[in-house]
């Protein structure tokens, strides 16, 4: 074996990276679904931007909270989020991705209804031990209510 120890460091501190990054995608569709607009605002960085085209637009974890609450506190949770596909270039510290997401709800007799389907493209940042998006940018790829003028 001609791996060093600093090698197989190195590579497990990576994977251990690219999976705290996979959580963190999955932790925004579940906190999102539950209504935790609070958990949700945390999973950005102290400057971190949300972008959702017409939904609205806020940096920071505390307007980040309230934009999400403001769009969708009534909602009580009865959506579900499916992310997949993660496309992640991580360099060091930072990183960029785009990730596939589709949201699913409940149609008029129960059946579930794909009701949204679209992409997000990101950069995050290690911030406080743990990775957080710096820029989230939300695109709808089927038309919904919300890609209407």
Same mark, same amino acid.
């Given at each position: 074996m001609t791996e060093t120890l600093t090698d197989l460091n190195k590579r497990l501190a990576r994977l251990e990276d690219l999976e705290a990054i996979r959580q963190l995608f999955i932790d925004y569709g579940h906190h999102l679904d539950h209504c935790d607009f609070d958990s949700y605002g945390r999973l950005f960085a102290a400057d971190g931007e949300l972008l959702l085209g017409p939904m609205g637009r806020a940096r920071g974890p505390a307007a980040i909270t309230e934009l999400m609450r403001a769009r969708l506190g009534g909602s009580q949770g009865n959506s579900y989020h499916l992310i997949a596909n993660p496309i992640i270039d991580l360099? +060091?510290?930072? #990183? *960029?991705?785009?990730? *596939?997401?589709? #949201?699913? *709800?409940? +149609? =008029?007799? +129960?059946? =579930?209804?794909? *009701?949204l389907y679209g992409y997000h493209k990101d950069q995050l940042i290690r911030e406080g031990g743990g990775w957080k998006f710096l820029r989230r940018e939300g695109h709808i790829a089927l038309p919904s209510k919300f890609t209407q003028p």
């Open positions: 360099q +060091g510290d930072r #990183a *960029t991705s785009v990730v *596939t997401w589709a #949201a699913i *709800t409940r +149609g =008029p007799k +129960g059946e =579930p209804a794909l *009701t």
